[in-house]
């Protein structure tokens, strides 16, 4: 997979190097080379998330985590009151 992705760079670079050239209003939203090296380790499995909610509801019932339409603020406890958990 990494030598396809070398040759098409070989093969297609001068092309997309044209492209991104030829838009006059380039700018931050118009980059499409895209970072998507992803650290898998560094993310949470499921026990590291359940530990990370559970002190969270514990230590910080009272905070707003989340706001209606309409204005009206929620709270952590609130939230998990609602879904009877």
């Keep these: 997979l990494e030598a396809r992705f070398q040759l ?19 700018d931050f939203y118009n980059v499409r080379k895209i ?6 380790s560094a993310c949470m499995n499921q026990k ?4 990370f909610i ?3 509801v514990k230590k ?9 339409k309409e204005g009206k603020e ?5 939230v998990f009151k609602d879904l009877h958990l």
């Design 35 to 40: 970072d998507n090296h992803v650290h898998h």
């Design 48 to 51: 590291h998330l359940l530990r």
């Design 74 to 78: 929620r709270t952590l406890a609130q």
């Design 54 to 56: 559970k002190s969270t």
């Design 8 to 26: 098409h760079l070989l093969l297609n670079d001068h092309l997309e190097l044209l492209q991104q050239k030829g838009v006059s209003h380039r």
């Design 60 to 68: 910080h019932p009272n905070e707003v985590v989340t706001k209606s």
